[in-house]
């Protein structure tokens, strides 16, 4: 792909459809939030708080989505040709499954999809342990996505965003401790034989 204009053009193709792409896990995650308003809530670790209700997802992701928006600038890099048309594949390969992924994993929770914090994490009244789907190979499977689709955007849209979200990861991590520590609690050796088969983060070789 010698033609510079060539270049841009798919560019700009891919990052349009990778931002049209997003918007399906997001929804599904977003209609997922609301739908657990009002359940009835079971055990909790640590300190939710009232993470769980209206008024917690507004405050919190207001600010996130602005300051997402205020980040969405380019970062100051040159790139060459070939390393743009790189950056574009391994992009591409990397962000398109990870977001698929994540969808994946939110489907396969269905009812049982919550919202957890650095804080805490808490249960449903009703909660079942899911360990089907992509859960059958890794025990976060939404937030190895976020991570893998957040690391392909950095390369494809290549802003301070991508930045601020791939290092959001780290509060991802201690999330998923909370989300543990609370499974662990609730079901007991269930949960334990569950770790035992699967890692947390990296699939198994077959």
Same mark, same amino acid.
């Given at each position: 792909?010698?033609?510079?204009?060539?270049?841009?053009?798919?560019?700009?193709?891919?990052?349009?459809?990778?931002?049209?792409?997003?918007?399906?896990?997001?929804?599904?995650?977003?209609?997922?939030?609301?739908?657990?308003?009002?359940?009835?809530?079971?055990?909790?670790?640590?300190?939710?708080?009232?993470?769980?209700?209206?008024?917690?997802?507004?405050?919190?992701?207001?600010?996130?989505?602005?300051?997402?928006?205020?980040?969405?600038?380019?970062?100051?890099?040159?790139?060459?040709?070939?390393?743009?048309?790189?950056?574009?594949?391994?992009?591409?390969?990397?962000?398109?499954?990870?977001?698929?992924?994540?969808?994946?994993?939110?489907?396969?929770?269905? /009812?049982?999809?919550?919202?957890?914090?650095? *804080? %805490?994490? $808490?249960?449903? &009244?009703?909660? +079942?342990? !899911?360990?089907?789907?992509?859960?059958?190979?890794?025990?976060?499977?939404?937030?190895?996505?976020?991570?893998?689709?957040?690391?392909?955007?950095?390369?494809?849209?290549?802003?301070?965003?991508?930045?601020?979200?791939?290092?959001?990861?780290?509060?991802?991590?201690?999330?998923?401790?909370? /989300?543990?520590?609370?499974?662990?609690?609730? *079901? %007991?050796? $269930?949960?334990? &034989?569950?770790? +035992?088969? !699967?890692?947390?983060?990296?699939?198994?070789?077959?």
């Amino acid at each position: 792909m010698a033609d510079p204009s060539r270049l841009i053009s798919v560019e700009r193709s891919v990052r349009l459809f990778g931002s049209l792409a997003m918007l399906v896990p997001l929804s599904t995650i977003l209609w997922g939030l609301f739908r657990g308003l009002g359940r009835s809530l079971g055990r909790k670790v640590g300190q939710p708080g009232r993470i769980m209700r209206a008024p917690a997802y507004l405050a919190i992701g207001i600010p996130y989505f602005g300051l997402c928006a205020l980040l969405w600038r380019p970062l100051p890099l040159t790139l060459s040709r070939p390393a743009r048309l790189a950056a574009l594949m391994l992009g591409a390969l990397l962000y398109f499954p990870g977001l698929a992924l994540v969808l994946w994993g939110r489907l396969t929770l269905g /009812e049982m999809y919550n919202v957890s914090s650095s *804080f %805490g994490a $808490q249960l449903y &009244a009703d909660q +079942r342990l !899911v360990t089907r789907g992509p859960f059958a190979y890794v025990r976060h499977p939404m937030y190895l996505g976020i991570l893998i689709a957040s690391s392909g955007g950095l390369l494809l849209y290549r802003t301070w965003t991508l930045v601020f979200m791939t290092l959001n990861f780290l509060a991802l991590i201690v999330r998923a401790r909370r /989300e543990e520590q609370a499974l662990g609690a609730e *079901f %007991g050796e $269930q949960w334990e &034989a569950y770790c +035992r088969q !699967v890692p947390a983060w990296i699939p198994r070789p077959v």
